[in-house]
């Protein structure tokens, strides 16, 4: 079962939605990978994360998740600081294809409204998530650990069945 199902409604409504993601993995020695998704999609009902990166700037993290399988997503809300941890071991990978273009235009549109409302211009979003399709990597997975993040005594701890 997902651990999709573990997290509360607004928090599910907030990943949906569109917010800042970032992504790491780690190597066969441990040593850890990151990079800010430039994309992602929750699919709850299915129990599937779908975030996307840049091959060029996130080589090692790419190689890390392609090696072991395993991957972490922080999902944040830019005004507010909430977030989520989802964490797998068997994520898939693969190229960005046109379907994708969709994902990534409403993502992008919902990340310039969030930007916006910690006070930076339009368009700020837009240049920071630029990129192209064919540099895209999609990395897919179900999620089997979720954790609260957003800062406070709760954060680091596991959400449980049915929420916090």
Do not use: W
């Amino acid at each position: 079962m997902s651990a999709l199902s573990q997290i509360p409604p607004d928090l599910i409504e907030m990943m949906e939605r569109g917010v800042s993601v970032h992504v790491a993995s780690h190597d066969a020695r441990q040593r850890p990978s990151v990079m800010r998704a430039v994309g992602s999609s929750v699919d709850a009902a299915q129990g599937c994360v779908t975030v996307y990166v840049s091959r060029l700037q996130a080589s090692q993290l790419v190689l890390d998740v392609s090696s072991t399988g395993h991957v972490a997503a922080v999902f944040s809300e830019p005004f507010s600081h909430r977030a989520v941890q989802l964490k797998a071991t068997s994520a898939t990978l693969r190229n960005a294809e046109a379907s994708d273009v969709p994902v990534l235009a409403c993502y992008r549109e919902s990340m310039e409204r969030e930007v916006q409302k910690v006070g930076h211009p339009a368009g700020v979003a837009s240049a920071m998530l630029a990129h192209r399709l064919e540099d895209l990597v999609v990395i897919s997975f179900e999620p089997e650990l979720a954790f609260e993040q957003t800062p406070g005594p709760k954060a680091g701890s596991a959400l449980k069945e049915g929420g916090r």
